[in-house]
């Protein structure tokens, strides 16, 4: 048997709690769209101030517009797979070689989002590259046959790659 599901309300200080409430909302996007239809004119019946009953007015319009499910979905397009490199870097078993990974995967993923990509290659900036790559190179997941020069990232997997701050720069030019 399926436990009954809920909205979620998002706490403000935590932005994965607002990830969650807003998935959880499109999930209940059929079911929402329906209840505005039949119960718009009953919602806003109850509403005495005429200021308070044109804003929910306005409210129940943008809640049954596309471009504004659209536009949720669009969000959590984009801050879902930063939740997951939250939530995998601040679990207690992540690991120093997991970070580079994190950044590579997510310097992919925003590839020609201009504004991601100088929010990643600041925070890059600010850690220890090196004790980064090298507990990625040294992973034995990830070892090869060839072995692994120090002093060039040209012989690093491509993921660590993605991660320097030239190839950040040159991922936002094209």
């Known amino acids: 048997m399926k436990r009954p599901l809920a909205l979620l309300t998002g706490c403000l200080t935590r932005w994965g709690s607002q990830v969650a409430a807003i998935i959880r909302l499109l999930e209940f996007k059929s079911a929402m769209m329906i209840v505005l239809f039949r119960s718009k004119q009953d919602i806003l019946d109850t509403i005495d101030r005429k200021h308070a009953r044109d804003t929910a007015a306005q409210i129940l319009k943008d809640a049954q517009s596309d471009f504004m499910w659209a536009g949720l979905e ?3 397009q984009n801050l879902l797979p930063l939740r997951v490199s939250v939530r995998v870097l601040e679990s207690d078993s992540a690991r120093l070689d997991q970070v580079i990974w994190q950044f590579g995967k997510l310097a ?3 590839k020609g989002i201009d ?3 100088v929010s990643l290659e600041n925070r890059w900036a600010k850690m ?3 004790l980064s790559l090298v507990a990625y190179a040294l992973h034995p997941a990830r ?3 060839t072995r692994w020069s120090l002093h060039t990232t040209s012989t ?3 993921t660590p790659q ?3 701050s030239a190839s950040l720069r040159q991922a936002r030019k094209t």
Do not use: F, I
Request: aromatic share 4%; charged share 20%; hydrophobic share 35%.
């Open 143 to 145: 070892q090869r046959k």
């Open 115 to 117: 504004h991601m990509l």
């Open 162 to 164: 993605t991660c320097t």
């Open 108 to 110: 992919a993923l925003y």
């Open 156 to 158: 690093l997997p491509p």
């Open 74 to 76: 669009h969000m959590v």
């Open 128 to 130: 220890d590259q090196k």
